[in-house]
């Protein structure tokens, strides 16, 4: 008896998540266009600078447990009409594919973003990297040096430190474990926790309004997104340990900006340990400010990134920086 009413709940956790995947995909579809790129799919928004050849570039890369509407809505209005934006979602999140091994790191995820960028007929660009995609971001620059003019890299999760990620990613990322354990509890229960997660995230500062609507966070909760989350997250440590060794080779101007109040990657060993990593690198230290600091100080960040675009954006070449009301170190 015991085993028909487990066999039943199973069942029914199992039917529960694929209708919600399905409710889910349905009222978050695409914003931009799906390319073929390695043989999956990666889903691009392009925004600004039609018709406007030449125009410089600036190519925003998601942190964990987003899609690229995170960074799409914390600086809608604060680039100019010429400025090309180029968002795009990374490998297994949002609407792109995985298509990569379980273990792949942020480096294989650069090489397929640069893969797309090759693409779209982009040579060069700026590129500004969230947390997770900070360490992406990083990535390119070390794989394709001569293409990314420049770097912002906010709330950066960039190198190794003491201690695992949440238990839960652990598992979700295991073999087999992990992929019933997506199809059959992750959705429902994160479902439940994703209020608290989001208030903890943008701690001290306060979620913005409709949030998690607006970006599409449903979509992570779906099995094969949460899974390819968790396997992020789960290699990323060992990963950083790796790349972290090989960024004193980055030379490109670079601005690094970390709330001091962040709780969810510290300061002293990510921002700080690529102020003493990069050769080109300004750190800017936002007072009270938590992870997300594009959403708190978008319009102080995206002059920031401006100021990376070289005058000519094929060339590689520190600009002069514009003064701005926050802390600099």
Same mark, same amino acid.
């Given at each position: 008896?015991? !085993?028909?009413?487990?066999?039943?709940?199973?069942?029914?956790?199992?039917?529960?998540?694929?209708?919600?995947?399905?409710?889910?995909?349905?009222?978050?579809?695409?914003?931009?266009?799906?390319?073929? /790129?390695?043989?999956?799919?990666?889903?691009?928004?392009?925004?600004?600078?039609?018709?406007?050849?030449?125009?410089?570039? !600036?190519?925003? !890369?998601?942190?964990?447990?987003?899609?690229?509407?995170?960074?799409?809505?914390?600086?809608?209005?604060?680039?100019?009409?010429?400025?090309?934006?180029?968002?795009?979602?990374?490998?297994?999140?949002?609407?792109?594919?995985?298509?990569?091994?379980?273990? =792949?790191?942020?480096?294989?995820?650069?090489?397929?973003?640069? =893969?797309?960028?090759?693409?779209?007929?982009?040579?060069?660009?700026? !590129?500004?990297?969230?947390?997770?995609?900070?360490?992406?971001?990083?990535?390119?620059?070390?794989?394709?040096?001569?293409? /990314?003019?420049?770097?912002?890299?906010?709330?950066?999760?960039?190198?190794?430190?003491?201690?695992?990620? =949440?238990?839960?990613?652990?598992?979700?990322?295991?073999?087999?474990?992990?992929?019933?354990?997506?199809?059959?509890?992750?959705?429902?229960?994160?479902?439940?926790?994703?209020?608290?997660?989001?208030?903890?995230?943008?701690?001290?500062?306060?979620?913005?309004?409709?949030?998690?609507?607006?970006?599409?966070?449903?979509?992570?909760?779906?099995?094969?997104?949460?899974?390819?989350?968790?396997?992020?997250?789960?290699?990323?440590?060992?990963?950083? =340990?790796?790349?972290?060794?090989?960024?004193?080779?980055?030379?490109?101007?670079? /601005?690094? /900006?970390?709330?001091?109040?962040?709780?969810?990657?510290?300061?002293?060993?990510?921002?700080?340990?690529?102020?003493?990593?990069?050769?080109?690198?300004?750190?800017?230290?936002?007072?009270?400010?938590?992870?997300?600091?594009?959403?708190?100080?978008?319009?102080?960040?995206?002059?920031?990134?401006?100021?990376?675009?070289?005058?000519?954006?094929?060339?590689?070449?520190?600009?002069?920086?514009?003064?701005?009301?926050?802390?600099?170190?």
């Amino acid at each position: 008896m015991q !085993v028909s009413l487990l066999i039943v709940l199973l069942l029914l956790l199992a039917a529960y998540t694929e209708i919600r995947r399905r409710q889910y995909a349905r009222v978050n579809p695409p914003a931009g266009r799906l390319i073929p /790129v390695d043989g999956a799919k990666v889903h691009v928004l392009e925004e600004g600078a039609e018709g406007l050849p030449g125009a410089p570039v !600036v190519l925003f !890369v998601h942190g964990a447990s987003g899609n690229l509407q995170d960074l799409r809505m914390a600086f809608e209005g604060q680039f100019p009409g010429h400025i090309r934006r180029v968002y795009m979602d990374r490998p297994g999140l949002g609407h792109s594919e995985r298509r990569l091994d379980r273990r =792949a790191s942020p480096r294989d995820q650069a090489r397929r973003m640069l =893969a797309a960028m090759t693409q779209l007929g982009y040579s060069s660009f700026t !590129v500004v990297g969230h947390s997770f995609g900070a360490a992406v971001a990083a990535a390119m620059a070390l794989e394709a040096p001569a293409r /990314v003019t420049g770097l912002a890299l906010l709330a950066p999760a960039t190198h190794p430190w003491n201690g695992q990620v =949440a238990w839960y990613y652990r598992l979700a990322a295991l073999p087999v474990l992990g992929w019933w354990f997506c199809r059959l509890i992750a959705l429902p229960v994160t479902e439940r926790v994703a209020p608290a997660s989001m208030r903890h995230v943008f701690a001290p500062d306060p979620v913005p309004d409709g949030y998690a609507r607006k970006i599409g966070l449903e979509l992570l909760f779906r099995p094969e997104s949460f899974r390819s989350n968790a396997c992020d997250l789960a290699a990323f440590n060992r990963h950083l =340990a790796k790349q972290a060794e090989g960024y004193q080779q980055i030379t490109q101007p670079a /601005v690094i /900006v970390t709330g001091d109040q962040d709780s969810v990657v510290w300061p002293s060993i990510h921002s700080r340990g690529l102020k003493r990593d990069l050769r080109a690198a300004r750190l800017i230290e936002l007072p009270g400010a938590g992870h997300m600091p594009h959403h708190a100080y978008a319009a102080e960040i995206a002059t920031l990134i401006l100021d990376l675009i070289p005058a000519n954006p094929s060339a590689v070449s520190r600009t002069e920086s514009r003064d701005v009301d926050v802390s600099m170190s």
